[in-house]
């Protein structure tokens, strides 16, 4: 689980990422990131739409995307805002392959 630091909660916050932010697609997920340069904690937030499925089934989506995210925390850029979106493909994709395409998008830190 995401802890609260590592959460973006204000709409305002999902609007200015997926507008400003860089913009990758891959086959499940597309991965909006906004560096914001500051020395602060890595904040993610999810969009899992209607389109996805039904309620159960958005839920299933999104606990993997977080827990996906809380795995790659340690080793993303700190300071990032990412806001991962579910394509309705995601539904039927397995965890590892949900987890490839999601970190093969999330910035490195710099080693």
């Known amino acids: 689980m995401l802890a609260r630091p590592n959460r973006l909660t204000r709409g ?33 937030g999810f969009i899992v739409s209607k389109q996805v499925g039904g309620a159960v089934v958005r839920n299933t989506v999104r606990r993997r995307l977080k827990a996906i995210c809380a795995e790659a925390l340690p080793s993303v850029e700190a300071g990032s805002d990412i806001v991962l979106r579910a394509l309705p493909v995601a539904a039927g994709a397995s965890f590892q392959d949900l987890r490839a395409d999601v970190q093969r998008h999330l910035p490195r830190r710099a080693a």
């Open 12 to 44: 305002a916050d999902y609007k200015a990422v997926v507008r400003r932010g860089r913009r990758r697609a891959g086959a499940n997920a597309v991965v909006y990131v906004a560096a914001s340069g500051e020395d602060r904690a890595t904040r993610f």
